[in-house]
């Protein structure tokens, strides 16, 4: 379910005012809010709970010793939640278990989960679950927002800079403050002009993709390298995203193979 910024607040609210939730799925493109947004839940009701990233603990050991152990436990609090951020991460194996947690300790246990990608999280567990797109907001509100906590910071700043950051990270909010604070000095905001190169690479390589010739795999190579990218999860979404715009004959093959090849890549 898609909600707008409103919609969502009148949901937490709800959850807040009745101090019991329902089983969340939230997902959405990184950077977006989903962890802040299970925290701030969990803080705002009367519970006890169990933060777990899956992604540095993915296995079923995990969800039969932590998860189980937690739920199966007494609590002198009328309910308890269970984080698990990043459950795009666990083994298949591992949600089939917690498939049969959720549903065992149903009256006293509820469970968040946070993820990226939705299509990685068994349908099993989806049908458990409220699901809940988390969309970010606008550019221009993420440039007003990202103003707002600089000049709550003291720190002074152009606005090309500022545009050149929200344009290059969008709509990661994490990383455009967090690029904001690397590229602060003595209570300056500077960015270093190189970043508008890198921050077209996806188009650049959409370009390469659309026309393709015997130079085309040499011309992204070195389209990535002058990227510096340190993450390819991104690439990966983007050429399934708009596969439909470079691909002429086997769609569905390519498509297996990104998704193939991202997730070992991101694992």
Do not use: W
Request: hydrophobic share 35%; glycine share 2%.
């Amino acid at each position: 379910m898609e909600l707008t910024l409103e919609q969502l607040k009148q949901i937490v609210s709800q959850y807040i005012d009745k101090n019991d939730i329902q089983n969340l799925l939230l997902y959405g493109t990184p950077g977006t809010g989903k962890t802040t947004l299970a925290k701030l839940i969990v803080n705002n009701i009367n519970c006890d709970f169990l933060y777990i990233n899956a992604s540095d603990e993915r296995g079923i050991d995990t969800i039969r010793d932590k998860v189980q152990g937690f739920a199966s436990s007494a609590s002198f609090k009328p309910l308890k939640i269970i984080i698990l951020d990043e459950a795009d991460f666990l083994t298949i194996q591992a949600q089939a278990s917690l498939r049969n947690i959720i549903e065992t300790y149903s009256r006293t246990t509820r469970f968040i989960l946070t993820c990226n990608y939705l299509e990685r999280i068994i349908d099993p567990l989806q049908s458990r679950c409220q699901v809940l797109k988390i969309t970010p907001p606008s550019k221009k509100e993420v440039a007003q927002h990202v103003a707002n906590v600089l000049e709550q910071e003291s720190i002074n700043y152009e606005l090309n800079d500022l545009v050149l950051v929200v344009n290059k990270h969008y709509p990661d909010v994490r990383k455009i403050l967090n690029t904001c604070q690397v590229n602060t000095v003595d209570s300056n905001l500077k960015v270093d002009t190189s970043i508008l190169t890198s921050s077209n690479y996806t188009d650049a390589i959409l370009k390469e993709l659309k026309a393709a010739n015997k130079n085309s795999f040499k011309n992204i190579r070195q389209t990535l390298a002058d990227s510096n990218l340190d993450d390819f999860e991104e690439i990966y979404r983007f050429l399934y995203d708009n596969l439909d715009e470079y691909g002429k004959d086997d769609l569905t093959k390519a498509s297996i193979i990104i998704e193939s090849t991202g997730l070992t890549k991101t694992l």
